[in-house]
C-alpha cells in the first residue's frame, strides 16, 4: 500500500490507534461511524502494508525511576566500526534509541538513567568499548513535545 492509497479513515483509525492502542475496534468503529468490521479490515490492511508494525505499550520512565533522560553522540575511530558497536549499544539497558547518523556523531543515542551518577557509570562503560573514539553527553531539561509520528498521518 502506497502512502497515497491510504485515505481519512485509515489516518483516523491511525490516530486512533495511536492515542490508545487497546481499545477495541468496535470503539473506534462507533466513534468514526463505520462497522466494528470495516475498522478490522483496515487494521489488517494497514497492518499487511507495513505501515503499523506492531503495538506497545508506552512506558513513563520517570514512573519507574529513571529521572535523567540524555542524548549521547558517539563518534567511532572509523566508520567501519559501526556494525560491531551497534551489537555492543544493543547490550546497554539504558539506551531507548540509537540511530547512525550523519554530522557531529556517528551514532547518536537517547538514554535514560536513575541519577546522574547512574547515568555517569554508563558513560563508564561505554567508553571502554575500544571502538568508541569518544562521546558527548547533552542532558533533557524538558521535553515540550512528545508526539508518535501517526498524528501527523491524521492531518
Avoid: W
Amino acid at each position: 500500500m502506497e502512502p497515497e492509497n491510504i485515505d481519512e479513515l485509515d489516518r483516523k483509525i491511525i490516530r486512533e490507534l495511536v492515542k490508545e492502542a487497546r481499545r477495541h475496534f468496535t470503539e473506534i468503529a462507533e466513534e468514526l461511524g463505520v462497522s466494528t468490521g470495516t475498522v478490522h479490515l483496515r487494521f489488517e490492511k494497514l497492518k499487511k502494508a507495513g505501515i503499523i508494525t506492531h503495538t506497545k505499550a508506552v512506558i513513563n520512565y520517570e514512573a519507574l525511576g529513571f529521572v535523567v533522560c540524555a542524548f549521547v553522540g558517539v563518534n567511532l575511530h572509523n566508520a567501519s566500526d559501526y556494525t560491531k558497536v551497534q551489537d555492543r549499544l544493543k547490550q546497554f539497558d539504558r539506551i531507548l534509541e540509537a540511530y547512525y547518523t550523519t554530522g557531529a556523531y556517528n551514532i547518536f543515542t537517547r538514554v535514560v538513567a536513575k541519577s546522574n551518577a547512574d547515568l555517569y557509570s554508563f558513560l563508564l562503560q561505554l567508553q571502554k568499548i575500544k571502538e568508541i573514539r569518544g562521546t558527548e553527553t547533552i542532558m533533557v531539561l524538558d521535553n515540550p513535545i512528545n508526539r508518535d509520528f501517526g498524528e501527523f498521518v491524521s492531518k
